[in-house]
């Protein structure tokens, strides 16, 4: 049961292949992680570690796409706060410490028919590498405030993606659920997989929920320590067969949970 | 090789290095980063008489050097703690400190007498977790309440107590002499600060709960301060934490007084904190010849 020297996990210092702008707020980070790049599943995040020691706490930031060949990770994230800003300064060849991968991701069955994936804002890119290892047709349903991102990405995986904005600026207005509704073929048969802020993911749970479909949701929760030591990131979780619930870590048993046993009446 | 070995209550730790309760777990998800045989002993998060569900996210918040928190001593009780975490943990040559919770004098004594037979090494009671609304920092306010509930505990427990004192009082040496009257076999201290942060944006607190605990490295001149002063107001063998993240850290602790000391929120910044901890301290001591720490423990005067 003891870990030899060789299979522990490590904080890592990697470098920076690219750290660019691709919407307002919004940035595009490659990371060389080398072999790391092989044990990654979709859904899974990482760690990044501020260099400013005030900053104490990891930034989990989801793993949006996967090149095992070239040992690369790339994430996107947001500027959300002192941390994240700290890290749109950085360039290509500085390093970052970081610790990969992190948390349980999306599953799925190899012979796998028909995917909906649902995404809003920085809740997008962890469904790219998704998109790309799903077998079978994969429909995807993004939404935007208003400045979409990563859509050409998807587009090399699969045809049928679908665009809404709050303010019509881009594909349809309106949210996500609502093309969802009007573009859906609505198989008779599909698995759901979904991130983004709370409310979308509790409209598109119970969207699914009314289809008879399995879905998955990808939760966020202000998070300490990342490796499920601290119990800070935890959401509710209820058991379907007794009804009983309990907080669940958002970083060990998630990020990505069954929609139907989240507990959503929490304040986020 | 210096001697690194320290004694707490006549319990013999192979060194000084321990992990702050709450922090840690109970070793299973950090032993994936680290060699646990190396620390002196794992103290394990909060264990109570009964499943505790804790309180809403969120529970945590970054501060300037540090963090607040407010589990709410979330835990699965004592049974599951004594069929999973005990085997778990004795695989390892560490010495196993267990973290007692309760909301009432009973259940603290309940806890302390499911574990007299079980096989751990060492009782801290808390009485000082502020993210409690009854038992925690409730029982670690009034001297009166320390000593009394220390006493009763005591009454009930095999292995040696140790009481964990909150800085969240006007005199941490009136509760440090309290506990010594109750009987308790050592301190540790400190717990944390009772602490806020706001949303502007949100115009709410960060955290559920409104307030939590401020730990972190911003936090240790309070805590080297109050180890300091109760070295010099008891004569109880003391555990020294509260922002220790190098081991120089370390060492300040042991000059205030500190027997031994924990590392806690560090490890969430560095998942091998502990051990560098444990090489800073061993760096120090072959740097200025310190053959024994006691030749520099409580030198502080």
């Given at each position: 049961m003891c870990l030899t020297e060789d299979q522990w996990k490590r904080k890592k210092t990697v470098?920076?292949?690219?750290?660019e702008a691709i919407a307002k707020d919004v940035y595009e980070m490659d990371l060389q992680v080398g072999e790391t790049a092989k044990e990654i599943e979709p859904g899974q995040f990482i760690h990044l570690y501020c260099r400013q020691g005030q900053r104490l706490l990891p930034r989990p930031i989801s793993i949006c796409e996967v090149d095992e060949k070239k040992g690369r990770l790339k994430i996107v994230y947001g500027i959300v706060g002192s941390g994240t800003k700290e890290f749109a300064s950085y360039s290509p060849f500085e390093t970052i410490d970081i610790?990969?991968?992190?948390?349980?991701?999306?599953?799925?069955?190899s012979q796998e028919k028909h995917s909906i994936l649902v995404g809003g804002?920085?809740?997008?890119?962890p469904l790219l590498e998704l998109a790309k290892r799903l077998p079978g047709k994969v429909e995807v349903y993004l939404g935007f405030r208003s400045q979409p991102f990563l859509v050409e990405n998807f587009k090399k995986y699969t045809d049928?993606?679908?665009?809404?904005?709050?303010?019509?600026?881009?594909?349809?207005?309106?949210?996500?659920?609502?093309?969802?509704?009007?573009?859906?073929?609505c198989p008779e048969k599909a698995r759901v997989y979904t991130c983004g802020p709370k409310p979308m993911l509790q409209s598109i749970t119970q969207w699914a929920v009314e289809k008879g479909?399995?879905?998955?949701?990808?939760?966020?929760?202000?998070?300490?320590?990342?490796?499920?030591?601290?119990?800070?990131?935890?959401?509710?979780?209820?058991?379907?067969?007794?009804?009983?619930?309990?907080?669940?870590?958002?970083?060990?048993?998630?990020?990505?949970?069954?929609?139907?046993?989240?507990i959503w009446n929490e304040e986020s | 090789m210096k001697n690194l070995k320290v004694n707490i209550a006549g319990v013999e730790?192979?060194?000084?290095?321990?992990?702050?309760?709450?922090?840690?777990?109970?070793?299973?998800?950090?032993?994936?980063?680290?060699?646990?045989?190396?620390?002196?002993?794992?103290?394990?998060?909060?264990?109570?008489?009964?499943p505790w569900k804790g309180n809403p996210p969120p529970r945590i918040a970054e501060t300037y050097g540090g963090m607040l928190n407010s589990v709410g001593l979330q835990n699965p009780g004592v049974e599951v703690f004594i069929e999973q975490d005990i085997p778990f943990?004795?695989?390892?040559?560490?010495?196993?400190?267990?973290n007692i919770a309760g909301k009432t004098i009973e259940e603290y004594c309940q806890v302390a007498e499911r574990l007299a037979d079980a096989d751990v090494d060492l009782l801290e009671l808390n009485i000082s977790c502020p993210n409690v609304k009854e038992g925690g920092v409730a029982f670690g306010t009034d001297p009166r309440m320390v000593e009394k509930v220390t006493r009763e505990v005591k009454k009930h427990s095999k292995q040696p107590l140790i009481v964990k004192l909150s800085p969240n009082v006007t005199d941490i040496t009136e509760m440090a002499k309290a506990a010594e009257v109750g009987g308790a076999d050592g301190l540790s201290l400190i717990n944390t600060l009772l602490g806020m942060s706001i949303d502007i944006h949100k115009r709410r607190p960060v955290l559920a709960m409104g307030v939590?605990?401020?730990?972190?490295?911003?936090?240790?001149?309070?805590?080297?301060?109050?180890?300091?002063?109760?070295?010099?107001?008891?004569?109880?063998?003391?555990?020294?934490?509260?922002?220790?993240?190098?081991?120089?850290?370390?060492?300040?602790?042991?000059?205030a007084g500190a027997t031994a000391i924990a590392v806690g929120t560090a490890h969430f910044h560095n998942p091998r904190a502990s051990l560098e901890v444990l090489e800073g301290i061993q760096e120090y001591m072959e740097k200025y010849k310190v053959q024994e720490l006691k030749k520099i423990r409580g030198i502080i005067k």
């Amino acid at each position: 049961m003891c870990l030899t020297e060789d299979q522990w996990k490590r904080k890592k210092t990697v470098v920076i292949i690219k750290n660019e702008a691709i919407a307002k707020d919004v940035y595009e980070m490659d990371l060389q992680v080398g072999e790391t790049a092989k044990e990654i599943e979709p859904g899974q995040f990482i760690h990044l570690y501020c260099r400013q020691g005030q900053r104490l706490l990891p930034r989990p930031i989801s793993i949006c796409e996967v090149d095992e060949k070239k040992g690369r990770l790339k994430i996107v994230y947001g500027i959300v706060g002192s941390g994240t800003k700290e890290f749109a300064s950085y360039s290509p060849f500085e390093t970052i410490d970081i610790i990969a991968p992190l948390g349980k991701g999306y599953q799925w069955e190899s012979q796998e028919k028909h995917s909906i994936l649902v995404g809003g804002g920085l809740g997008v890119p962890p469904l790219l590498e998704l998109a790309k290892r799903l077998p079978g047709k994969v429909e995807v349903y993004l939404g935007f405030r208003s400045q979409p991102f990563l859509v050409e990405n998807f587009k090399k995986y699969t045809d049928f993606v679908y665009i809404a904005t709050d303010d019509g600026s881009h594909g349809t207005k309106g949210t996500v659920l609502d093309v969802l509704k009007n573009k859906s073929e609505c198989p008779e048969k599909a698995r759901v997989y979904t991130c983004g802020p709370k409310p979308m993911l509790q409209s598109i749970t119970q969207w699914a929920v009314e289809k008879g479909y399995p879905i998955q949701v990808s939760l966020e929760e202000r998070m300490a320590c990342g490796v499920g030591a601290c119990v800070g990131c935890v959401c509710k979780i209820k058991d379907l067969q007794t009804g009983e619930w309990q907080y669940q870590r958002v970083c060990k048993e998630g990020p990505v949970f069954n929609g139907k046993e989240v507990i959503w009446n929490e304040e986020s | 090789m210096k001697n690194l070995k320290v004694n707490i209550a006549g319990v013999e730790l192979k060194n000084p290095v321990m992990t702050a309760s709450g922090t840690f777990g109970s070793g299973r998800e950090y032993g994936e980063y680290m060699d646990l045989n190396q620390l002196g002993a794992v103290v394990v998060k909060g264990v109570a008489i009964t499943p505790w569900k804790g309180n809403p996210p969120p529970r945590i918040a970054e501060t300037y050097g540090g963090m607040l928190n407010s589990v709410g001593l979330q835990n699965p009780g004592v049974e599951v703690f004594i069929e999973q975490d005990i085997p778990f943990l004795r695989q390892y040559d560490t010495k196993i400190v267990v973290n007692i919770a309760g909301k009432t004098i009973e259940e603290y004594c309940q806890v302390a007498e499911r574990l007299a037979d079980a096989d751990v090494d060492l009782l801290e009671l808390n009485i000082s977790c502020p993210n409690v609304k009854e038992g925690g920092v409730a029982f670690g306010t009034d001297p009166r309440m320390v000593e009394k509930v220390t006493r009763e505990v005591k009454k009930h427990s095999k292995q040696p107590l140790i009481v964990k004192l909150s800085p969240n009082v006007t005199d941490i040496t009136e509760m440090a002499k309290a506990a010594e009257v109750g009987g308790a076999d050592g301190l540790s201290l400190i717990n944390t600060l009772l602490g806020m942060s706001i949303d502007i944006h949100k115009r709410r607190p960060v955290l559920a709960m409104g307030v939590g605990g401020f730990s972190g490295p911003a936090i240790k001149p309070v805590a080297v301060r109050m180890v300091y002063q109760v070295k010099q107001a008891v004569s109880l063998p003391i555990i020294g934490m509260g922002g220790i993240a190098t081991g120089e850290d370390a060492i300040e602790f042991i000059m205030a007084g500190a027997t031994a000391i924990a590392v806690g929120t560090a490890h969430f910044h560095n998942p091998r904190a502990s051990l560098e901890v444990l090489e800073g301290i061993q760096e120090y001591m072959e740097k200025y010849k310190v053959q024994e720490l006691k030749k520099i423990r409580g030198i502080i005067k």
